[in-house]
């Protein structure tokens, strides 16, 4: 679910969005694992509705999960359409039988059981001990969730930001030992 969040280039502002159309959201959701090769079947006609409101909801996601200042008010109103979106997802479902009890199943086929899937999943980890665990990059904006020994995980991936913000303290120190020299 924070991958959904994470498909726009930076937060809090970005330049680049890779769900620019309704086909990248089913193509997102493919490689994320929510739907299988065997059953998709991306519907036709129009879903401009059905996205925007999809777009709406990672935002909104986004908006619940960051741990950058807000006011009340924006983390009201963000938690709370995340919590309508996932009670719609919760009458929607079907309820599948499994050794523990019952799992909710929603046909893979829409944009809406896409985002029932991510509300459901946002919905139990804003209500689990893992919700402490979320944190922002200081490089780029992307949300994840630290599973560090020491909870102390900075970047989106070390790969990326983090070796960007090695490289950079890298070349300050440089400028200053050549301007000082």
């Not at 935002?59 to 996932?86: I, K």
């Not at 893992?130 to 900075?154: E, I, K, Q, Y």
Request: aromatic share 8%.
């Amino acid at each position: 679910m924070l991958d959904f969040v994470n498909t726009v280039s930076g937060r809090p502002v970005y330049s680049r969005d890779d769900l620019a159309e309704a086909d990248d959201l089913f193509d997102w959701a493919l490689a994320a694992g929510l739907l299988s090769n065997d059953d998709l079947v991306k519907p036709s006609g129009d879903r401009s509705s059905a996205f925007r409101s999809a777009i709406v909801l990672r935002e909104n996601l986004y908006l619940a999960f960051t741990p950058l200042d807000l006011s009340e008010a924006q983390r009201v109103a963000a938690l709370a359409l995340v919590a309508r979106r996932a009670a719609q997802a919760t009458r929607s479902a079907q309820w599948v039988s499994n050794q523990s009890g019952y799992q909710a199943w929603w046909p893979q086929d829409t944009i809406e059981s896409i985002c029932d899937r991510l509300a459901d999943e946002a919905l139990r980890l804003l209500r689990s001990p893992l919700m402490s665990r979320v944190g922002s990059c200081a490089g780029c904006g992307w949300l994840f969730l630290d599973t560090s020994r020491a909870h102390a995980r900075r970047w989106c991936s070390m790969n990326a930001c983090g070796v960007r913000n090695k490289m950079r303290r890298y070349h300050q120190r440089q400028a200053r030992e050549s301007s000082t020299a």
